[in-house]
């Protein structure tokens, strides 16, 4: 009987990943209490399934039978890239696993925002007579960015609450944006009409403060931003500036550019300010498809 290939897996992963990937592959725990480490199977890997562990360039070179290292998400930071390429190596990950997550969280912070939930748990003094909600029907969305999350962000706001949908994204065609029933817009243009703002753009130089002071104001009076995407995209002082001055409505911040955000954090005193702690993927279907997307990978890769 041939050696099945030996795969490890640093962290726990979603058990229907490990169920898929145990016909064809010796499933290597790296926790628990049967866990072992990179070094002791580093003469025998041939796939790593990996959450948020590194993998370098130097355990790739001790690794002669490796060939694939599947992420489990989005985001090759942890990944040596440029050994993989050069030793013939194989780098995965799961691009549309949690989009949908993420779009249905973007909505939570919208109408968390929108309807004073963050005031309304605080519950300090008079919060009936502290909230003015607005309802998102009718009202303008704006979508910096036209991937993955922004698309599932327009179906349900669009469909869903009969929101009216622009998108700012110059690597996206027009056409796919109207068939998606979405406006497309400069940047400008966006801005101007924004009523709300929906940030989904990847952070790169280009993107980094993208939305400061300046844009900001150009939102409509009474706008509201939501961030999902990355820190370091909305520049945050900018949005406290914002907020204070009475120019947005509030915000809702999965991301920061320092996370987690420290809890004295001048943006955590602001009441219309919600923020979560990059939980935005935290679900039961995005970890289960993360992982069992990233065995996939492994498998057909392995076989
Ligand atoms: P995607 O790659 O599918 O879409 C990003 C879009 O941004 C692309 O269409 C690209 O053309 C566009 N873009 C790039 N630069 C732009 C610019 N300057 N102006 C306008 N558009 C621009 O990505 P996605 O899967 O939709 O993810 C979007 C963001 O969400 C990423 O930053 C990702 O890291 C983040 N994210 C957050 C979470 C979370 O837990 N909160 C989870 C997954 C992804």
């Known amino acids: 009987m041939t050696e099945r290939p030996l795969v490890w897996i640093p962290r726990p992963v979603h058990d229907d ?3 898929r990937l145990r016909p064809y592959a010796e499933v290597c725990p790296g926790y628990g209490a049967e866990g072992v480490t990179f070094d002791e199977v580093h003469d025998r890997v041939a796939g790593v399934l990996l959450r948020t562990e590194r993998v370098d360039g130097a355990m790739m070179r001790r690794a002669p039978r490796l060939r694939i290292v599947a992420r489990h998400g989005v985001g090759l930071d942890t990944v040596d890239v440029d050994t993989a390429r ?5 780098v995965t990950t799961t691009p549309t696993a949690n989009s949908r997550s993420v779009a249905e969280h ?3 912070l919208l109408l968390a925002v929108r309807r004073g939930i963050g005031i309304a748990v605080r519950d300090e003094g008079d919060t009936r007579a502290a909230i003015h909600g607005r309802e998102l029907g009718g009202a303008v969305l704006g979508l910096v960015g036209f991937g993955r999350i922004a698309r599932e962000v327009a179906t349900i706001a669009g469909r869903g609450f009969g929101m009216r949908v622009l998108a700012h994204d110059p690597m996206v065609p027009a056409s796919v944006m109207t068939d998606a029933g979405v406006e497309p817009a400069d940047l400008p243009t966006l801005l101007s009409l924004a009523e709300n703002l929906s ?7 280009a993107t980094r403060d993208l939305i400061g002071l300046p844009e900001l ?4 009076e009474g706008a509201v931003v939501v961030n999902t995407s990355r820190g370091g995209i909305l520049d945050e002082s900018a949005l406290l500036t914002a907020v204070r001055r009475g120019h947005l409505a509030g915000a809702g911040l999965d991301v920061t550019a320092v996370e987690p955000l420290p809890s004295d954090h001048p943006l955590r005193a602001e009441p219309s300010v919600v923020i979560t702690p990059h939980t935005g993927a935290q679900t039961a279907q995005a970890l289960r498809r993360m992982a069992t997307e990233a065995a996939d990978h492994i498998i057909a890769h392995l076989t």
Do not use: S
């Not at 050069?86 to 194989?90: A, D, F, K, R, V």
């Not at 104001?217 to 409509?220: G, M």
């Open 17 to 19: 990943a490990l169920a």
């Open 86 to 90: 050069e030793l013939g190596i194989t």
């Open 106 to 108: 973007t909505v939570a």
């Open 199 to 205: 940030l989904h753009v990847p952070l790169v130089e």
């Open 217 to 220: 104001l150009a939102l409509p």
